[in-house]
């Protein structure tokens, strides 16, 4: 059974930085494409970056700059460090994993997604 398991979120002040972690289990994923998406409240779910297993790195324009993905194959895990942090980056913060022909055409394009992780920027 594939799972993806968010950690990292919380409450944290405007200017000040998260690193999220996704555990991937059930298989390896190591040839998939893992991706960040976000929900803010009364939003719909938005792409926030990606990486493919060759390590290319998309990022939405939102979080260019501010926010780095990488991954670590090994241990099946993906990381989203996030710095310079601002209150509306407040969102439920969502892992999915897709296929190694994933691309920015389709940003959606997602096999598995995690349940997601809560993170708060005050001002």
């Known amino acids: 059974q594939v799972q993806l398991v968010e950690s990292g979120g919380g409450l944290v002040q405007a200017g000040g930085s998260l690193r999220l972690s996704c555990a991937a289990s059930?298989?390896?994923?190591?040839?998939?494409?893992m991706g960040w998406f976000r929900q803010a409240p009364g939003k719909e779910r938005e792409f926030v970056a990606a990486?493919?297993?060759?390590?290319?790195?998309y990022y939405a324009d939102s979080a260019k700059g501010r926010f780095t993905i990488s991954r670590d194959n090994a241990k099946n895990t993906v990381y989203l460090q996030m710095n310079s942090l601002k209150p509306e980056d407040t969102a439920v913060y969502y892992c999915a994993a897709g296929p190694a022909t994933w691309g920015p055409k389709d940003l959606y394009g997602m096999d598995y997604w995690g349940k997601g992780t809560l993170v708060t920027v005050s001002a």
């Open positions: 059930g298989r390896t994923f190591s040839k998939s494409a």
């Open positions: 990486i493919k297993w060759s390590g290319a790195t």
